[in-house]
């Protein structure tokens, strides 16, 4: 729909223009920096870095209802920046041109509200938010999509030039960081950390399948990202792990996003999803506190941040009740099935607290919780999801697992509404799958099959059958006819079907 074709009083607003003034800030001493460079980490003192808009005042000169009517809007446009995550223009890149931004197709991914026989068995009405269905098929390609327009519009203004992009990862974010610079090379390459053997074949697939080069490092998530900080301190390279400000400003359209679908109204809605490298969490909290700022939505709703046992930093350190007690401990993890957040010191805590601190804050109580499950629970409750109409990962089963024990410890009350993040497509972490099924996860993940929850293909070839198709060598005429017969008897009386 062209820009003419809108009401006359909206048509300002749908396109646009750079604005605003974005600074890094740090959240331990509050200096603040320009963003003409690359920057991670205070430079004075070391701690992790938010972006902030210091004229963030002249976005309040439009009411939220003229908010929400700009990005409803929006919708409506074919203009492909606008698309994806820069919907939001305003609150997610508001110093970059459009001109700058990589749009791949990520963002709006699908709310889907579970079955009601899934609904029965947790006990409470929820909905998946299907963030596989990105490009790279994680929720990574929001934040990426953010820091490489970033990068995309520091080449265009001569800032920077040849960037080489490197990151750690247990998968998802190698595969979007990949994908991403992919699109912008020769001028931007990609190099990629990944514990050896800690990755799924699928998810080693895709930065090797997007021309990264991609290294093993003996060790767990947390050792590569080790390597990757010493790597952007000491040398001439863009990080794009979630330590990237610009990756939580891009992850914030998922907040956006509930909060659209959802018009607007978060009163009496939980938000769940599970916490790694915390840098997702952080974003949610984000998000929501600027559309609330804004007056786009009147109520904060509740958010549930979810861990295995195998890796709980985050929900040991809020198991304290006192906050002035409070002391934040890395753990040394355990495998896990939800790989991605087998993370035992999430370089997003400093954020975590702070945003924590101040959404509890305008909300006017605890709005933010953490809760552990444990391995069994995960993947229960994956099999079950798919076994009702979704494709939820490891990782969406840890969320579901989440959602249950939240509303068995009143941290959500049962009539609540909950939309829960499944954060990748479960092709992703089919060999998980797979293992349950085979009963051969090795004891340290502590997971049992249920048998009611296993599947396996069956073999159809009755003994009588003395002819059968092979590769190259077809049946024909009564072989071929005796050979369906047989087959289709077989499957019917497996089936218990009844003769019309």
């Given at each position: 729909?062209?820009?003419?074709?809108?009401?006359?009083?909206i048509?300002?607003?749908?396109?646009?223009?750079?604005?605003?003034?974005?600074?890094?800030?740090?959240?331990?001493?509050?200096?603040?920096?320009?963003?003409?460079?690359?920057?991670?980490?205070?430079?004075?003192?070391?701690?992790?870095?938010?972006?902030?808009?210091t004229?963030?005042?002249?976005?309040?000169?439009?009411?939220?209802?003229?908010?929400?009517?700009?990005?409803?809007?929006?919708?409506?446009?074919n203009?492909?920046?606008?698309?994806?995550?820069?919907r939001?223009?305003?609150?997610?890149?508001?110093?970059l041109?459009?001109?700058?931004?990589?749009?791949?197709?990520?963002?709006?991914?699908?709310?889907?509200?579970?079955?009601?026989?899934?609904?029965?068995?947790?006990?409470?009405?929820?909905?998946?938010?299907?963030?596989?269905q990105?490009?790279?098929?994680?929720?990574?390609?929001?934040?990426?999509a953010?820091?490489?327009?970033?990068?995309?519009?520091?080449?265009?203004?001569?800032?920077?030039?040849?960037?080489?992009?490197?990151?750690?990862?247990?998968?998802d974010?190698?595969?979007?960081?990949?994908?991403?610079?992919?699109?912008?090379?020769?001028?931007?390459?990609?190099a990629?950390?990944?514990?050896?053997k800690?990755?799924t074949?699928?998810?080693?697939?895709?930065?090797?399948?997007?021309?990264a080069?991609?290294?093993?490092?003996?060790g767990?998530?947390?050792?590569?990202?080790?390597?990757?900080?010493?790597?952007?301190?000491?040398?001439?390279?863009?990080l794009?792990?979630?330590?990237?400000?610009?990756?939580?400003l891009?992850q914030?359209s998922?907040?956006?996003e509930?909060?659209?679908?959802?018009?607007y109204?978060m009163?009496?809605?939980?938000v769940?999803?599970?916490?790694?490298?915390?840098?997702?969490?952080?974003?949610?909290?984000?998000?929501?506190?600027?559309?609330?700022?804004?007056?786009?939505i009147?109520?904060?709703?509740r958010?549930?941040?979810?861990?295995?046992?195998h890796?709980?930093?985050?929900?040991k350190?809020?198991?304290?009740?006192?906050p002035e007690?409070?002391?934040?401990?890395?753990?040394?993890?355990?495998?896990?099935?939800?790989?991605?957040?087998?993370?035992?010191?999430?370089?997003?805590?400093?954020?975590?607290?702070?945003?924590?601190?101040?959404?509890?804050?305008?909300?006017g109580?605890?709005?933010v919780?953490?809760?552990?499950?444990?391995?069994?629970?995960?993947?229960?409750?994956?099999?079950?999801?798919?076994?009702?109409?979704?494709?939820?990962?490891?990782?969406?089963?840890?969320?579901?697992?989440?959602?249950?024990?939240?509303?068995?410890?009143?941290?959500?009350?049962?009539?609540?509404?909950?939309?829960?993040?499944?954060?990748?497509?479960?092709?992703?972490?089919?060999?998980f799958?797979q293992?349950y099924?085979?009963?051969?996860?090795?004891?340290?993940?502590?997971?049992?099959p249920?048998?009611?929850?296993?599947?396996?293909?069956?073999?159809?070839?009755?003994?009588?059958?003395?002819?059968v198709?092979?590769?190259?060598?077809?049946?024909?005429?009564?072989?071929?006819s005796?050979?369906?017969?047989?087959?289709?008897?077989?499957?019917?009386?497996?089936?218990?079907?009844?003769?019309?």
């Amino acid at each position: 729909m062209r820009v003419d074709q809108f009401p006359k009083d909206i048509q300002p607003y749908l396109i646009p223009g750079p604005g605003g003034d974005l600074i890094y800030r740090c959240l331990n001493c509050q200096k603040e920096f320009g963003i003409r460079h690359l920057l991670y980490t205070c430079p004075d003192c070391g701690h992790v870095l938010l972006l902030y808009d210091t004229d963030f005042e002249r976005l309040k000169k439009i009411s939220g209802l003229m908010w929400r009517r700009i990005f409803d809007y929006r919708r409506m446009l074919n203009i492909p920046a606008l698309n994806g995550i820069y919907r939001y223009h305003e609150l997610i890149g508001p110093v970059l041109p459009l001109g700058a931004a990589v749009w791949l197709g990520e963002g709006h991914t699908p709310v889907v509200e579970a079955n009601a026989r899934l609904q029965k068995k947790a006990g409470i009405r929820f909905y998946f938010k299907n963030d596989g269905q990105n490009p790279s098929a994680s929720f990574k390609d929001r934040g990426m999509a953010s820091a490489l327009s970033y990068i995309r519009y520091l080449l265009q203004q001569g800032y920077v030039s040849d960037v080489l992009a490197v990151c750690a990862s247990t998968g998802d974010t190698s595969a979007a960081a990949a994908l991403y610079a992919s699109f912008l090379h020769p001028d931007v390459k990609s190099a990629v950390l990944l514990p050896h053997k800690r990755v799924t074949p699928q998810q080693l697939s895709q930065p090797l399948g997007s021309g990264a080069m991609v290294f093993e490092v003996p060790g767990v998530f947390d050792d590569c990202m080790k390597i990757v900080e010493h790597l952007s301190e000491h040398y001439n390279v863009a990080l794009l792990n979630s330590k990237n400000a610009w990756r939580i400003l891009g992850q914030e359209s998922y907040s956006y996003e509930i909060a659209q679908g959802f018009e607007y109204d978060m009163a009496g809605k939980a938000v769940v999803a599970p916490v790694g490298n915390a840098g997702n969490i952080t974003a949610i909290m984000s998000g929501f506190l600027k559309f609330h700022d804004l007056g786009i939505i009147e109520d904060l709703p509740r958010i549930v941040g979810v861990q295995s046992e195998h890796a709980n930093p985050v929900y040991k350190y809020y198991l304290e009740p006192d906050p002035e007690k409070r002391c934040f401990e890395p753990v040394q993890v355990k495998p896990s099935v939800a790989q991605a957040a087998m993370i035992g010191n999430p370089v997003s805590m400093p954020r975590v607290i702070r945003l924590v601190e101040e959404y509890n804050r305008r909300a006017g109580r605890q709005k933010v919780f953490v809760e552990e499950v444990t391995e069994q629970q995960i993947m229960d409750w994956q099999l079950r999801a798919n076994r009702n109409g979704h494709v939820v990962c490891t990782h969406g089963g840890e969320c579901l697992a989440g959602l249950v024990a939240a509303k068995k410890s009143g941290k959500i009350a049962p009539d609540e509404t909950a939309i829960l993040d499944s954060t990748a497509h479960a092709l992703k972490f089919a060999d998980f799958q797979q293992m349950y099924f085979d009963d051969n996860f090795p004891a340290e993940y502590g997971i049992i099959p249920r048998d009611e929850l296993v599947n396996a293909p069956e073999l159809v070839c009755p003994d009588d059958l003395d002819k059968v198709p092979r590769p190259g060598l077809p049946l024909s005429g009564g072989d071929l006819s005796r050979f369906v017969q047989r087959i289709a008897e077989d499957i019917a009386m497996r089936l218990d079907l009844k003769k019309v």
